[in-house]
Antibody, heavy 117, light 107 residues
């Protein structure tokens, strides 16, 4: 069965970077785009960007341009999302989600990133 | 980017009653719309895609309708497990954006 397993919670200081991983299994890794979506405490869902696991092409939300990098490791079926220059407003749960023709049928369990001095 | 607006923000409904949630897109998204349910501490769960197609395993009491800029999610008879937050999301073009959510609470 399809599974997306994310790395564990992180606590970071303002100005630091965080790198969250999402390991895919149960399907052909290179056949589906992967998106990253975040959710601040008590808030809604925010699309951050996407990566094509086959070629590694990326597209980022304008809000995160210059601060986010999404990468992939085909050998381990893992995608990564790195966010730099963290600020308190980046405290959120970060999800990876597989793109299934215009919808997200499969989601990771979420990774809480807390930014605090 | 396309702005998705959901209404109402909160809907108070008694178990067994019908719930109607609305979602409006700032531009024509055709039928490229999905609905998700989210419960506290959980990832969102896909309910509806292509505006009206139920995802695998979703009960028939959930139905979606609409196209263009106006969409509706209807829960025909609310069960206890349906009290949650519901989000719409367009996938017409990048960036995909979500509505701010409608919380369905017990009346």
């Amino acid at each position: 069965q399809v599974q997306l397993v994310q790395s564990g919670a992180e606590v970071k200081k303002p100005g630091a970077s965080v790198k969250v991983s999402c390991k895919a299994s149960g399907y052909t890794f290179t056949s589906y785009y992967m998106d990253w979506v975040r959710q601040a405490p008590g808030q809604g869902l925010e699309w951050m960007g996407m990566i094509t696991p086959s070629g590694g092409s990326t597209s980022y939300a304008q809000k995160f341009q210059g601060r986010v990098t999404m990468t992939k490791d085909t050998s381990t079926s893992t995608v990564y999302m790195e966010l730099r220059s963290l600020r308190s407003e980046d405290t959120a749960v970060y999800y990876c989600a597989r793109v299934d023709g215009g919808r997200y049928h499969y989601w990771g369990q979420g990774t809480l990133v807390t930014v605090s001095s | 980017e396309i702005v998705m607006t959901q209404s109402p923000a909160t809907l108070s409904v008694s178990p067994g009653e019908r719930a109607t949630l609305s979602c409006r897109a700032s531009q024509n998204v055709h039928s490229n719309l999905a609905w998700y349910q989210q419960k506290p501490g959980q990832a969102p769960r896909l309910l509806i895609y292509s505006a009206s197609t139920r995802a695998t395993g979703i009960p028939a009491r959930f139905s979606g309708s609409g196209s263009g800029t106006e969409f509706t999610l209807t829960i025909s008879s609310l069960q206890s497990e349906d009290f949650a937050v519901y989000y719409c999301q367009h996938c017409n073009n990048w960036p995909w954006t979500f509505g701010q959510g409608t919380k369905v609470e017990i009346k």
